[in-house]
């Protein structure tokens, strides 16, 4: 960063010669007179001669003294270039060419005798290229060019009828000279602009000497003013670390000059891979060129990661995982359905994709027959009547013919079986450690991207693998109905589903995320990616089983995918694709798992929206610092579109760099857990019905969803970061002797139980001890009636019913009511004193720690900008500081702080604290491992409950699911996922280890 600076400073000497060149227009722009323009692009950083395009006839690179240098080629032999041009990258999205007719480019050319041409075109030219001719002054200096690009009256190659230019600029292509010129021909380009007007236009030369006086002056005197603070340094300038990487899909020869660029771009690092070509994986060459690609990035201190796959879903090495090994191909059961009326019912399995059949039923007018058809391709049996024939047929999950050179027509992987995973790692990830030996030190992580099970769009379906019947026999000890996976509503049927979804969880989790993960710590490096629809729980269940937290918990780094990421979007609770929940699904997995790195794929324009199209910086800027605050740490860009100036990037990096400064070292501190109700989804999730966000339709388990997600926003809006557990999180606890439960990284006094049936016996029992140490539980919607087995229900409802009998413990729903109960009983360290500009619910807080600072990050969710006076809740009147990512600027205060908090922007409040915390476990004269004991209500009050306790009576089947047993160990329950690793020691070879470690 030092570099950069000091090396635009230099062409500041350079640039100082502009104000006495000449102009194509009479008259000279005052050096102390000029328009800031909207949109302009700036040459003069390393770099930037990337967003020189499509060079035809030229070559153009980064000269050091600050400019772009055009090279010709001698492409007619004579020493002569012919039509030389390039593509010029537009400063911006929403550039209205009515609003801004007229461009200035700073240029200088030894060739000033001859014309020039500038075709444009707009989102409503349609095949029209218009252009413009100018004509260069006189001089090999500086010089400014001024051209009205719409003017009719002297466009070229467009019809009379199509002169109204209308709509915003989509293209610039600069023809150096209008047919040709000497191959030893100079020219530089420093800088272009649009502008309103040619008078305006004419002041580029003195805005940009004033830009580069600036930035220079600007920053020199921010780290003076900010080095006396704590990080004051690094927060004005921060470090490469801080800063975001690009996703770059492969380098060719040029790699340099594209990781110049990047590095000009404000960016810290980069994740790659060899070339998506017919020779993926298999050219010895092209490791070579990557591994010299990263050296380069290692010596600009820039980190690396890889990407593990050819574009997506990970898992089939671009389809050579199942070269010779067929039966790795992911397979599921399809419920289908035959009619009619006769003596015989029959079904023959129908389509090229099938395999077998794997149960039926025969529903006539004697009633309903299971039919012995498993292996078969045929089934047939004597009918009386009108008759259903119900069959259950396994099929491979890819339908049609598989094209190799298409990574979207490939075959599904069985990314249950631990084997084909295994030969993933060995085909991608053993090769990438082997072609680069002693360098595969250098990177720090592997980028796995939405590995997927193959049941993607498919109904009445569900995944399959090998042995799954048998593993569930083993498991929970009864043979698997597989009928009851796809419809019925009773106790048995749900808790079958609910064993079925847990089970699927476990494999996938023991065969990929562990293994992966085992593979990347073997070797020192992070396990990260993403995987797929984080943001709807009934998702997580058809993708992956469910059990989410789990699931991505397992990951070095947990990563989310957020392409769509403008406030609003963001914070709406039906949005996919990214949203609150699923990103703090994902930052609460890290959190329970003890680990402080989020990762998040971020496309900031990966959807042109109206709001980010108006204004896509501070939209983007919003997209930071909502996502910042919600967990994210690790972003890892992906902007094909390549939509931002080399300034916009700058700014973005440095802002996330800021906050990341800050927050560096600190995890979040908020004392409010919500509990993950997920084994009540997976029961009431039946295959029959349409459960995903994709599906436009509304089940019990959509409900469910939906009225959790609507809970968890009307926290953040109460100013209230919340973390989610799970079941296993809060067998693995330890409850502290002054009344927290410490799950990893947090540290809780408050727990939310919402919308769920189920808890197993020993959470239940851990959340009697939380209560009887001083911690509160709060319910909303229902009180967990059942276990995860059959056996454990009389004492969960014992222990629940008693929990939810006291003051302010059961609310009927999400409302005010219940909200400010949980609000009065959560703390947080701030309070608001004076909001004015927005209602207070979209100012967002998260309160964060490290062993010796306080810090809480204050978010403006808004376009608007707002005035605040924010005060300590605690009553501490000391001093504090206030550090501004978006200006950099660092303030002194005390007592209280009145703050304007620009839009979409957030500010730090940190202050002096020791935060040694005393975890002693709290001990129970009368606690017994393996029994129920007596629990006093939580304010030791055995009265009648008040209209808000939970009554009662057992909720209803009609209204309530069991969920399959997680199992009993010595230190409490857990997921199945963890039950499964430990049961089935001899099929999957290895106990997976669940422990919760500190990275």
Request: net charge negative; aromatic share 12%; with cysteine.
């Amino acid at each position: 960063m030092k570099k950069r600076i000091w090396g635009a400073v230099a062409f500041g000497l350079v640039l100082s010669l502009i104000v006495v060149l000449p102009l194509i227009f009479s008259g000279t722009a005052k050096t102390d007179d000029f328009v800031t323009p909207s949109f302009w692009k700036d040459f003069s950083v390393k770099g930037s001669d990337a967003d020189c395009t499509d060079p035809y006839h030229v070559s153009v690179a980064y000269n050091p003294a600050g400019y772009v240098s055009v090279t010709f080629a001698d492409s007619e032999g004579n020493g002569t270039c012919f039509d030389p041009y390039m593509t010029l990258t537009l400063p911006g999205s929403g550039i209205d060419c009515r609003k801004y007719p007229c461009i200035a480019l700073l240029l200088r050319t030894n060739k000033g005798d001859k014309q020039g041409e500038l075709r444009f075109r707009t989102d409503k030219t349609g095949a029209y290229y218009p252009c413009q001719r100018f004509t260069y002054q006189a001089t090999g200096d500086w010089e400014v060019v001024v051209i009205r690009l719409t003017d009719p009256d002297t466009v070229l190659y467009v019809d009379e009828s199509a002169k109204d230019f209308s709509g915003c600029y989509t293209n610039l292509r600069l023809d150096m000279f209008e047919n040709d010129c000497a191959s030893d021909t100079s020219y530089d380009l420093r800088a272009f602009a649009f502008y309103e007007n040619e008078e305006d236009a004419k002041t580029l030369a003195a805005f940009v000497k004033a830009q580069q006086e600036d930035s220079k002056d600007d920053t020199e005197k921010l780290l003076e003013k900010n080095r006396s603070f704590p990080k004051g340094g690094e927060f004005t300038v921060p470090s490469m670390q801080m800063r975001m990487r690009y996703v770059s899909y492969g380098f060719d020869r040029n790699y340099q000059s594209a990781i110049d660029a990047l590095l000009a771009r404000g960016y810290g690092g980069i994740v790659s891979n060899v070339p998506f070509d017919k020779n993926y994986l298999k050219d010895d060459a092209s490791f070579a060129l990557l591994k010299d690609a990263y050296a380069y990035a290692r010596v600009n201190g820039m980190s690396a990661w890889i990407y593990d796959e050819y574009q997506w879903p990970s898992g089939r090495a671009f389809g050579m995982v199942l070269d010779g090994h067929d039966d790795y191909e992911a397979t599921g059961i399809q419920h289908r359905v035959k009619e009619g009326n006769g003596t015989e019912a029959s079904y023959t399995i129908e389509n090229a994709f099938d395999i077998s059949l794997y149960a039926a039923v025969l529903t006539d007018e004697d009633g309903m027959h299971t039919l012995d058809c498993k292996g078969q391709t045929t089934v047939s049996a004597s009918a009386k009547g009108a008759w259903t024939l119900d069959v259950y047929v396994l099929r491979h999950a890819y339908e049609g013919e598989e094209d190799r050179s298409d990574f979207t027509k490939l075959r599904d992987v069985d990314l249950l079986n631990k084997n084909a995973v295994a030969r993933f790692i060995q085909l991608t990830y053993e090769k990438y450690k082997a072609e680069f030996g002693n360098d595969f030190g250098y990177v720090e992580a592997f980028f796995t991207d939405e590995p997927q099970l193959g049941n993607r769009g498919k109904a009445d379906y569900i995944v399959w693998t090998a042995g799954l019947d048998s593993d569930f026999q083993s498991l929970y000890g009864e043979q698997l109905d597989i009928t009851a996976l796809f419809s019925g509503d009773n106790v048995r049927e749900r808790r079958m589903r609910m064993q079925y979804y847990r089970l699927v969880a476990a494999k996938f989790k023991a065969a990929y995320t562990d293994q992966l993960t085992a593979f990347c710590q073997a070797n020192g490096m992070y396990s990260s990616g993403h995987f797929l629809f984080e943001e709807n729980m009934n998702d997580q269940i058809e993708t992956y089983g469910g059990d989410f937290l789990q699931i991505v918990g397992g990951m070095g780094i947990p990563g989310a995918d957020i392409l769509w990421t403008d406030p609003a979007h963001l914070l709406n609770q039906n949005a996919n694709i990214g949203n609150f929940v699923g990103l703090r699904y994902v930052a609460s997995a890290a959190r329970n798992a003890g680990k402080t790195r989020v990762m998040v794929e971020y496309n900031p324009a990966a959807v042109l929206t109206e709001e980010f199209s108006t204004d896509p910086i501070s939209t983007s800027i919003g997209g930071l610092t909502l996502t910042r605050l919600l967990g994210c740490t690790d972003y890892n860009v992906i902007n094909p579109q390549n939509n931002y100036t080399t300034e916009q990037m700058n700014r973005l990096n440095t802002y996330l760099g800021r906050m990341n400064t800050v927050l560096d070292g600190a995890h979040e501190s908020g004392d409010l857990a919500v509990f993950y109700p997920i084994a009540t989804v997976q029961a009431l999730h039946n295959a029959d019905d349409v459960h995903s966000s994709e599906g436009g339709k509304t089940s019990d388990a959509t409900v469910l969803n939906d009225n959790f997600t609507s809970l968890c926003k009307t926290l953040l809006q109460k100013q209230l970061l919340y973390t989610v557990i799970d079941d296993a999180s809060v067998c693995d606890a330890v409850i502290t002797k002054d009344g927290r439960m410490v799950i990893g990284n947090g540290s809780y006094r408050v727990l939310v139980i919402a919308y769920a049936d189920y808890i197993s016996a020993n959470a239940a029992r851990k959340l009697q001890t939380f209560v009887k140490a001083g911690g509160k539980v709060v319910f909303v919607g229902s009180v967990p009636q059942y276990g995860l087995e059959e056996k454990e229900d009389a004492d969960v409802k014992q222990i629940m019913d008693l929990l939810a009998a006291g003051d302010s413990c059961f609310f009927k729903k999400t409302g005010t009511t219940a909200i400010n109960a949980i609000a009065n009983a959560a703390s947080k360290s701030l309070k608001i004193e004076k909001i004015k500009g927005f209602m207070s619910k979209a100012l967002l807080m998260g309160d964060f720690e490290n062993e010796t600072q306080d810090i809480t990050f204050v978010v403006n969710t808004t376009d608007t900008d707002g005035n605040l006076t924010l005060s300590y809740a605690d009553g501490y009147k000391g001093e504090f500081l206030l550090y501004f990512p978006g200006s950099g600027e660092i303030r002194k205060c005390t007592d209280s702080a009145d703050v304007v908090l620009p839009a979409y922007e957030g500010v730090f409040f940190v202050r002096v604290s020791d935060n040694t915390r005393d975890d002693t476990p709290y001990e129970e004269t009368d606690a017994r491992s393996d029994e129920t004991t007596d629990v006093e209500t939580p304010d030791g009050d055995d009265s009648t409950a008040s209209e808000t306790s939970a009554p009662a009576t057992t909720v209803a089947d009609s209204t309530s699911a069991a969920t399959t047993d997680a199992g009993t160990r010595k230190n409490g329950c857990g997921s199945a996922v963890q039950v499964f690793a430990a049961a089935t020691v001899a099929v999957f070879g290895a106990v997976v280890c669940f422990k919760k470690r500190k990275e």
